[in-house]
């Protein structure tokens, strides 16, 4: 696998691709949200939710394999700019052809031009020779991609879930998000050559890192791709579910300054454990919620937990990492992730036939990592007296 040199510079600036990065993730939160939504009234199968979803996601792992040599031969800004539009060209024929097999296909791109926008701004900011700069940056760069999703989805109620309002509201989104790399004067990486980078350099990343960008896929695929159905599937709150997914990342994005902070200074295997352990409990609430305000905390609190883990995954890789391995590490993590988001709408959809609600899907899952984590820390403590580098600071 190819890697790519740069020059990592404090002069790196970050309000370029956070901006792109902001407006992206309103519309992307939005859109997200909206398709399963939309399905009934555009006369499509409800059943095709969790198929668009593994559909994103899948472009998602294959756009991941090819991001670098997009960053290779045109540098981060102009590569971010590209994907971004790819995927509102994507929403705009999506628009315009609204029928399952382009619905999928479409979905499919937007996946693999999103998997490059994730890569591309992760690597931009992430290119710093400092770790501690490595994870309060990271903190931003997650807490402005929540905070974009927890805005997107109080669109739902002003601009609906028919028509032409939805569809064009997210490409007037995206396509100031292309403008932002485009027109503004912050430095991005420098690019200066390129080398090789075996597979068998990844066998030394962190098997935790790697197990959490690939549990954090398989919550966040159903999270995003179901959670929506499954909200407007209660009757009684069924007509606030854009309040209800606001609440849910919105716990994602507020616990970012929180995990940095934490990330940085303890046991990421523990941290993972314990983030894992209260999203059980908080999926579990979920179901058991009888007032709107029990739903809504309980929703806050899985956001927390669940959204935390990739970031703390990400991290925990990142750990004395070279600088020109940075993209790298970045996109084999996003491989990870995506791997997990195939299969996690698909199996979490196929449980629902069986009887088993969206929230106890989630709670299983954690549950098996928070067990895993708490397993791995326990063996290298005992092993070695104290947890190694890549599982702690």
């Known amino acids: 696998m190819q890697s790519i040199t740069v020059t990592p510079s404090p002069a ?93 296909a479409l979905r499919f791109i937007a996946g693999a031009a999103t998997a490059g926008v994730f890569i591309i701004v992760e690597s931009w900011l992430l290119l710093v020779d400092d770790d501690k700069q490595r994870t309060s940056r990271l903190g931003i760069y997650m807490a402005t991609l929540y905070a974009g999703n927890a805005f997107g989805q109080l669109l739902i109620e002003p601009f609906g879930i028919s028509g032409s309002v939805p569809f064009l509201t997210v490409m007037v989104l995206l396509s100031l998000a292309i403008l932002a790399p485009l027109l503004s004067r912050s430095n991005a990486p420098t690019q200066t050559q390129h080398q090789t980078l075996s597979f068998k350099a990844f066998s030394t990343l962190s098997k ?49 300054p929180l995990s940095s902070y934490l990330s940085a200074r303890f046991s990421k295997t523990l941290l993972q454990a314990m983030m894992a352990s209260i999203g059980v409990l908080a999926a579990i609430a979920v179901v058991l919620a009888k007032s709107w305000l029990g739903l809504s905390v309980a929703l806050f609190i899985l956001g927390a937990s669940t959204f935390s883990l990739y970031p703390i995954a990400i991290s925990q890789a990142c750990v004395n990492a070279q600088s020109d391995n940075i993209v790298a590490i970045t996109e084999f993590m996003l491989i990870s992730y995506s791997i997990g988001s195939i299969v996690g709408p698909l199996i979490a959809d196929f449980s629902a036939v069986w009887g088993r609600q969206l929230p106890l899907y989630l709670a299983a899952i954690l549950a098996s990592t928070s067990l895993y984590m708490l397993l791995v820390a326990v063996k290298e403590k005992d092993g070695r007296g104290h947890l190694p580098p890549t599982f702690g600071i």
């Open 12 to 104: 790196n600036g970050i309000f370029a691709p956070l901006l792109g990065l902001a407006l992206f993730a309103i519309a992307s939160g939005y859109f997200m949200s909206l398709l399963p939504l939309a399905l009934a009234g555009l006369s499509l199968p409800l059943g095709l939710s969790a198929w668009l979803a593994s559909a994103y996601y899948t472009g998602l792992l294959g756009g991941a394999l090819a991001a670098q040599k997009v960053i290779s031969k045109m540098g981060h800004r102009r590569a971010l700019a590209l994907c971004l539009a790819v995927i509102f060209s994507c929403v705009v024929l999506m628009w315009q052809l609204p029928y399952t097999i382009s619905w999928l």
């Open 208 to 256: 935790p890192a790697i197990i959490g960008c690939i549990v954090s896929g398989l919550i966040l695929g159903p999270i995003y791709g179901l959670m929506p159905s499954y909200l407007s599937s209660l009757s009684v709150w069924g007509n606030n579910v854009g309040k209800l997914m606001a609440c849910l990342v919105l716990g994602g994005m507020l616990i970012q």
